[in-house]
């Protein structure tokens, strides 16, 4: 299934959330993404009728077992684009936005070959 890159932010953001805070909210994917509340609405209703999040009966946002592989894929992609940039020079903060950009846009090869040639512990 090809998702958008705003997806993908969307998918990312609930990860780390969930992991930070133990549940999420649609206030704190707002808050994470400095979106509106009615665009993380419109967004969560997307992703779940994609099947890729589900919503428990606190209006917590949940990832399904697929969400959940997209949102890890790309959260990889980010924290080792980001640190691949670093090594470079970047500086963290610039490292970090182009990572998030580059991300969405990088083929599975090349990312595979970036992570074995500098990160393959």
């Known amino acids: 299934m090809a998702i958008q890159e705003s997806g993908e932010n969307y998918l990312e953001a609930i990860l780390i959330i969930k ?4 549940y999420v909210r649609s ?3 707002a808050n994470e ?4 509340k009615p665009s993380v ?5 997307v992703l779940r009728k994609e099947g ?3 919503m428990d009966g606190l209006n917590q946002i949940l990832l399904t077992d697929e969400g959940k592989k997209i949102a890890e894929t790309i959260y990889e992609r980010h924290r080792v684009l980001t640190k691949f940039l670093v090594s470079l020079g970047v500086d963290e903060e610039t490292a970090a936005h182009d ?6 846009v990088i083929s599975p ?5 970036i992570k074995e040639r500098f990160f393959n512990d």
């Open 41 to 45: 609405s419109r967004a969560m209703s």
């Open 33 to 36: 993404l400095g979106v509106s």
């Open 109 to 113: 090869i090349s990312f595979q070959k």
């Open 99 to 104: 990572a998030c950009r580059i991300e969405h």
């Open 19 to 22: 992991e930070r805070k133990g």
């Open 52 to 54: 890729l999040i589900d």
């Open 27 to 29: 206030i704190d994917v």
